[in-house]
């Protein structure tokens, strides 16, 4: 039996102080965004083509009036930069948005996200933290490279299956063992020691990090568009945003989505 007040598992329900919470999270992300001279989009609930940002069995899935296949927005990123190159034809490279998104079965995610068309990484990151700074928010910086695990089963013939799931019995190489041990900027001290086509990765990662980094190297993302380094911030088993390099229709971007539904939570439990 479904009561009438019954709300579906996996949706949100936002009333009284955490509303309110909400509404100064999204106000505070909009202030910071202004201030970078970011500008506001909002896309339609519904896409077409998000099978190429998330696994298939993430999707909720309709058909349009032409009983063509048609989905609810389960990711923001790839529908925000064809609709602002094909549709808008802007020259603006700069844009966020504040809108849900939707995974199968009945997962409803408030996300706050930005996309920036030939953006800077480092910059992206810094306005990322100074959101959650905002927020008197500092969660443990991850940082990862989604080149390296793609190389690592290129050399050694493992699959990302493998990697993602640590089968250690499988990762034989001495270097890969090494790999494992990664865990700070001061673990990648000395590159020699690793196949020359993961260095520059690991430089990359190395930049980006600070000493308070937690450095995954070997860590695989679900999002499928990720292109480089990639990276996420997180406190006990749940992560408070993401972002990272990827490509769509050519063209190098960087962004991030912030998980408004953890920072709520994390926020009333003080």
């Given amino acids: 039996m479904i009561f009438e007040h019954e709300i579906p598992s996996g949706s949100r329900f936002y009333f009284g102080k955490s509303a309110k ?16 001279e970011f500008e ?3 896309t339609p609930y519904f896409s ?29 990123s790839i529908d925000v ?28 995610i408030y996300q706050i996200g930005a996309e920036w068309f030939e953006g800077d990484l480092q910059k992206t990151l810094e306005i990322n933290k100074q959101i959650l700074s905002r927020l008197n928010k500092n969660y443990t910086l991850q940082i990862s490279h ?23 019995y499988k990762f ?14 001061e673990d990648l001290k000395n590159l020699s020691i690793y196949p020359e086509k993961i260095r520059p990765y690991l430089e990359e990662i190395k930049e980006l990090a ?16 990720y292109t480089g380094v990639f990276y996420r911030f997180i406190k006990n088993n749940n992560v408070y945003a993401k972002g990272g390099e990827y490509q769509v229709e050519g ?14 939570k994390d926020i009333m439990n003080g």
């Fill in 251 to 264: 063209i190098r971007s960087v962004g991030f989505s912030i998980y408004t539904d953890n920072l709520i």
């Fill in 21 to 36: 919470i909400k509404r100064e999270i999204e106000q505070i992300a909009s202030e910071v965004f202004d201030t970078y």
């Fill in 146 to 168: 989604i080149k390296i695990p793609e190389i690592v089963c290129e050399l050694t013939g493992l699959n990302l299956e493998d990697i993602k799931k640590m089968r250690i």
């Fill in 48 to 76: 077409y083509h998000q099978q190429e940002a998330v696994n298939e069995k993430d999707i909720i899935k309709l058909t349009d009036p032409q009983n063509r296949n048609l989905a609810l927005r389960a990711d923001s």
């Fill in 172 to 185: 034989n190489e001495e270097w890969l063992k090494k790999l494992i041990e990664v865990h700070s900027k």
């Fill in 81 to 108: 930069i064809r609709l602002v190159i094909k549709r808008l034809k802007s020259e603006a490279k700069k844009w966020f948005y504040i809108q849900p998104v939707f995974r199968y079965p009945t997962s409803e």
């Fill in 40 to 42: 506001e989009i909002i």
């Fill in 210 to 225: 600070d000493e308070n980094t937690v450095v995954a190297p070997l860590y695989v993302t679900n999002l499928r568009y």
